[in-house]
């Protein structure tokens, strides 16, 4: 039990496997830049610290999706680049020039709004022109050479905005089939002729994300950005997981806070959804779905308690659960309880609850990491 975490549940950051993680995509994308993803608190894992453990293995550049993450990284003392991946409203324009982020962009009106804040400042800002290749969120419509090439012309005769690089984002180069993903490299690519033929100095590219950067070598350009693998998890159930070997850095663990010895016929939880066939042993934690454990887990939840792989008893309650702790031997208050993670012999992973509430890994990861006190270990 970790008594400076203030409460009997705690997300595990494992910094180890964080490092190992981090060589192996370095070893994977060669001398390419790595541009370390730790938005969403680094998904979950702590920005700050991670964002240590990318420093140590010589990462420059960050990318975050918030102004309030970047201002986090700088408070904590980050000097390096700072990617805002998201765009950025005129407004908060002065935000971007105080906190030397670098911005993306595919509108001039907005770029001469970070330029003006910047010629305030006496500064100058380097941004990256967004292009939508395929992913139908943000950029210029690759499509559309005509209107977006003439746009970016606009943006390279700004005083104090200078045009860093060029950016785009992958839809499905984590699925089996990289038709499409072929498709947004040829876009992205021939957006770049076309404003090099319209003589627009674009010295910089980034495309490849954590699925591209294990299946797509030719997108990797100047810039690979890992998101995903960083912390130990595959991108989804369709990429070759032989191309490098990841590991886990997140788990969720609890202390058993209450203990109870119940007859048959007993009922546990909101909507009696657990009710005891025989004398049964049940075990309280303090998780529940405000800590991100899904209450749609309830009915397919199994823990690991003392090497034994224990259900969840009736529905999880918004910060609490119970567990069928029967067959478990000398099971007692303030056991040690794996929610996510493993003991070496069992495994629960964030893929195994993904997979039981219909989402995605990255989901779970990242709201275990909003509410629960995280520990670091080596």
């Known amino acids: ?31 390419r830049e790595m541009i370390g993803v730790i938005k969403a608190d680094a998904y979950g894992h702590g920005s700050v610290k991670v964002a240590e453990v990318l420093r140590e293995n010589g990462c420059k550049t960050f990318a975050i999706a918030t102004l309030q993450e970047a201002v986090t990284l700088r408070n904590a003392g980050a000097t390096e680049e700072i990617i805002m991946l998201g765009l950025t409203p005129d407004m908060y324009a002065d935000t971007i020039v ?13 770029a001469k709004a970070i330029s003006d804040a910047a010629a305030r400042a006496g500064k100058v800002v380097f941004g990256l022109i967004a292009v939508d290749t395929g992913m139908g969120r943000i950029g210029y419509l690759a499509d559309d050479l005509e209107y977006g090439v003439e746009d970016v012309k606009k943006i ?10 060029l950016f785009s984002h992958m839809a499905t180069a984590d699925a089996f089939d990289k038709t499409y993903s072929h498709q947004q490299e040829a876009k992205f690519n ?17 495309l490849a994300n954590s699925a591209s950067i294990m299946e797509l070598p030719t997108v990797h350009f100047n810039a690979c950005r890992p998101g995903i693998i960083l912390y130990g998890q595959y991108p989804s159930d369709e990429v070759d997981r032989s191309q490098f070997d990841i590991r886990p850095v997140m788990s969720v663990k609890a202390n058993i806070v209450h203990l109870k010895d119940v007859p048959a016929g007993f009922s546990v939880g909101y909507g009696r959804r657990y009710i005891s066939e025989k004398p049964s042993k049940i075990a309280t934690i303090a ?21 034994v792989m224990a259900p969840i008893a009736g529905n999880i309650c918004m910060d609490q659960c119970m567990i069928d702790v029967t067959d478990v031997p000398d099971v007692k208050v303030g056991d040690e309880v794996i929610v996510m ?23 779970i990861c990242c709201a275990f990491g909003q509410r629960l006190p995280k520990v670091y270990v080596r």
């Open 1 to 31: 039990m970790y008594k400076e975490a203030l409460r009997p549940v705690w997300a595990e950051i494992n910094l180890s496997n964080l490092d190992y993680n981090i060589k192996n995509i370095k070893a994977k994308i060669g001398d």
């Open 98 to 110: 105080k906190y030397d982020i670098t911005p993306v962009v595919c509108d001039s009106a907005n």
């Open 156 to 165: 390279a005769e700004l005083s104090n905005f200078k045009i860093k690089g």
């Open 190 to 206: 021939k957006f770049y002729e076309a404003l090099i033929d319209a003589g627009v100095h674009v010295p910089f590219k980034t």
């Open 287 to 307: 998780l529940g779905y405000a800590d991100g454990y899904p209450r749609p887990y309830s009915a397919y939840a199994k823990v690991i308690v003392n090497g």
């Open 341 to 363: 993670g493993t003991d070496g012999v069992n495994t629960v992973s964030a893929e195994d609850i993904a997979n039981a509430t219909g989402t995605i890994n990255y989901e």
